[in-house]
């Protein structure tokens, strides 16, 4: 039988699957630790208690200036799913049955969950490169700020989609691991 798990398709999936969890982990940091809104108001407080009144809009800049640097590192992991998503396009494009819609639509009853599992992931995120790639290349591709807004929500919303399918992704390893006990999590490491 031909090998499933080859160099360049384990290189390709724990690209994808690194650069996904970095982008999800600076969202979280920029959500939570780093939130402008939330380091302003200590900014502001922790000013004030020592007697130095600064504005929100100061506070609000010094804290997005803190961010900053965090927040590039979206953009480091978006080249890296990128690059992923050059990866499977190639890998398509040898072989054009592997497209996962196609997998989805030919797979048989048992595997439906999770060749769809496997389709929605691709396709969402599909969205977020695109829609992520328009937000960062806005002035260039000749939109203006409020123009882009509704590509801003897209790709928010769309961060919940990605969300459930990798949930959904890791639970049904987790349980083919468990039940079958084939060793995939190690074949996708090491190849079969
Ligand atoms: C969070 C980011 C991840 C993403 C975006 C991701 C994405 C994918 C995708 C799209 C596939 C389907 C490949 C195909 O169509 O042939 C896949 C398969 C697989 N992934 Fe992931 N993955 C992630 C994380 C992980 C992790 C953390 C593990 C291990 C613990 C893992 C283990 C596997 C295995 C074993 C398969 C093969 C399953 C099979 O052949 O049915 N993945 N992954
Ligand atoms: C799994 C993939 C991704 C996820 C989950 C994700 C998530 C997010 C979220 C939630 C935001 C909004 C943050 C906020 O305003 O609070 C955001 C903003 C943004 N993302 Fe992504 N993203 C992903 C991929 C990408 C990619 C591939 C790019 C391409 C460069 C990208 C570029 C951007 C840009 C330019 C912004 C706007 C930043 C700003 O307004 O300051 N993202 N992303």
Same mark, same amino acid.
């Given at each position: 039988?031909?090998?499933?798990?080859?160099?360049?398709?384990?290189?390709?999936?724990?690209?994808?699957?690194?650069? +996904?969890?970095?982008?999800?982990? !600076?969202?979280?940091?920029?959500?939570?630790?780093?939130?402008?809104?939330?380091?302003?108001?200590?900014?502001?407080?922790?000013?004030?208690?020592?007697?130095?009144?600064?504005?929100?809009?100061?506070?609000?800049?010094?804290?997005?200036?803190?961010?900053?640097?965090?927040? /590039?590192?979206?953009?480091?992991?978006?080249?890296?799913?990128?690059?992923?998503?050059?990866?499977?396009?190639?890998?398509?494009?040898?072989?054009?049955?592997?497209?996962?819609?196609?997998?989805?639509?030919?797979?048989?009853? /048992?595997?439906?969950?999770?060749?769809? !599992?496997?389709?929605?992931?691709?396709?969402?995120?599909? +969205?977020?490169?695109?829609?992520?790639?328009?937000?960062?290349?806005? /002035?260039?591709?000749?939109?203006?700020?409020?123009?882009?807004?509704?590509?801003?929500?897209?790709?928010?919303?769309?961060?919940?989609?990605?969300?459930?399918?990798?949930?959904?992704?890791?639970?049904? +390893?987790?349980?083919?691991?468990?039940?079958?006990?084939?060793?995939? +999590?190690?074949?996708?490491?090491?190849?079969?």
């Amino acid at each position: 039988m031909k090998p499933q798990f080859t160099l360049f398709y384990r290189i390709w999936h724990w690209t994808m699957a690194f650069s +996904v969890i970095g982008l999800l982990g !600076t969202v979280a940091l920029r959500k939570s630790f780093l939130s402008w809104r939330s380091n302003a108001e200590v900014i502001q407080t922790q000013l004030a208690s020592v007697g130095t009144d600064v504005s929100f809009e100061s506070a609000k800049m010094v804290a997005k200036a803190i961010r900053a640097p965090m927040w /590039e590192w979206h953009y480091i992991f978006a080249l890296f799913l990128a690059i992923s998503i050059v990866m499977r396009l190639v890998m398509v494009f040898r072989d054009p049955k592997i497209f996962p819609l196609l997998v989805f639509i030919r797979a048989p009853k /048992e595997e439906k969950l999770q060749r769809g !599992t496997y389709f929605f992931l691709c396709f969402s995120l599909m +969205v977020m490169a695109l829609s992520g790639g328009t937000l960062y290349f806005y /002035e260039f591709l000749g939109f203006t700020k409020e123009g882009v807004h509704w590509v801003k929500e897209l790709h928010e919303n769309v961060m919940y989609a990605v969300l459930l399918f990798v949930s959904m992704h890791l639970a049904g +390893v987790f349980r083919h691991e468990l039940v079958t006990k084939e060793g995939i +999590v190690s074949k996708m490491i090491h190849g079969d």
